[in-house]
């Protein structure tokens, strides 16, 4: 969890999953929405896709991101229980018919 946490810590990093929440992307599109060098993004693509949060994968030329949002929600339930905070799940209301 500590990895999960060191990666939410960088405001970049959270905009990237905020970016990948919405689609894939690739390496380069993702690197272009911001003003740094490409091996400071690739550091941080790195702290991603070690937290799990992230998984990538070889198109052509290019690298597409993915969001890996069944490891951020383990994560955010894992911290609340650890407070002591009881999460309820929602249910969709039958739409079977009677």
Do not use: C
Not at 44 to 60: C, D, N, P, T, Y
Not at 69 to 93: C, I
């Amino acid at each position: 969890m500590s990895l999960i946490f060191k990666a939410l810590s960088d405001p970049t990093r959270r905009r990237v999953l905020e970016m990948l929440r919405q689609r894939p992307m690739s390496a380069g599109d993702l690197a272009a929405a911001f003003q740094v060098s490409k091996p400071t993004m690739s550091a941080h693509f790195a702290v991603l896709r070690e937290a799990g949060l992230i998984a990538s994968e070889k198109q052509a030329q290019s690298v597409i991101y993915h969001l890996q949002m069944s490891v951020l929600e383990e994560a955010m339930l894992g911290f609340a229980q650890a407070f002591g905070w009881q999460l309820h799940t929602v249910s969709k209301p039958d739409s079977s018919p009677d």
